[in-house]
T-cell receptor, first 113, second 113 residues
Framework: RKEVEQDPGPFNVPEGATVAFNCTYS??????FFWYRQDCRKEPKLLMS???SGNEDGRFTAQLNRASQYISLLIRDSKLSDSATYLC??????????????FGKGTHLIIQP | DAGITQSPRHKVTETGTPVTLRCHQT?????MYWYRQDPGHGLRLIHY???????DKGEVSDGYSVSRSKTEDFLLTLESATSSQTSVYFC????????????FGSGTRLTVV
């Protein structure tokens, strides 16, 4: 059974600090990776894809370690508006129309003023 | 940018009644999905569609059926609602492909009493 594991938190972090969290995935054949953000009582929204070489989008940096099967998300200079739940998502898609996304249960982040 | 809309947004229904949730997209995406989200479980796939009249079961399909007669509409039906189906239901769309994330609708909060 494919699994994506995340620390549920909450992570309480002061505004302006750097915070990082990881997720691990069980399927070594997983092919693509994403971070989603979900605000309270809202739908998940794609934050960023995760590329093998690592990638950055403003204050956010995502990294992938295939050997250890984990993905990380780093948030620098955290803002109050970063408070949300962050979902780690893995795509095991192997073609043929079958759905391959497996969602972690999320890490809850609270940025404190 | 409401390329995907769900209706109704909220619904309270009685045990044993049939319920239909609607997902409508204007993006002409091939793939459509129904998820439910519950505390402690994260997002779980109910059914998905990879084209008109082409659907398949997900992880938690028991008690649910779907139909897709047009590209833009994907209906989820609870044949006879039970209290265990009280949940938040999200529809998602995707163009397909490994690096494509999903776009989610705003969700339907369903309470079965």
């Amino acid at each position: 059974r494919k699994e994506v594991e995340q620390d549920p938190g909450p992570f309480n972090v002061p505004e302006g600090a750097t915070v990082a969290f990881n997720c691990t995935y069980s399927n070594s054949a997983s092919q693509s990776f994403f971070w989603y953000r979900q605000d309270c009582r809202k739908e998940p929204k794609l934050l960023m894809s995760v590329y093998s070489s690592g990638n950055e989008d403003g204050r956010f940096t995502a990294q992938l370690n295939r050997a250890s099967q984990y993905i990380s998300l780093l948030i620098r200079d955290s803002k109050l508006s970063d408070s949300a739940t962050y979902l780690c998502v893995v795509n095991d898609y192997s073609g043929g129309g079958a759905d391959g996304l497996t969602f972690g249960k999320g890490t809850h982040l609270i940025i404190q003023p | 940018d409401a390329g995907i809309t769900q209706s109704p947004r909220h619904k309270v229904t009685e045990t044993g009644t049939p319920v239909t949730l609607r997902c409508h997209q204007t993006e002409n995406h091939r793939y459509m999905y129904w998820y439910r989200q519950d505390p402690g479980h994260g997002l779980r796939l109910i059914h998905y569609s990879y084209g008109v009249k082409d659907t398949d079961k997900g992880e938690v399909s028991d008690g649910y059926s779907v139909s897709r007669s047009k590209t833009e509409d994907f209906l989820l039906t609870l044949e006879s609602a039970t209290s265990s189906q009280t949940s938040v239901y999200f529809c998602a769309i995707s163009e397909g492909g490994l690096m494509q994330g999903y776009t989610f609708g705003s969700g339907t909060r369903l309470t079965v009493v």
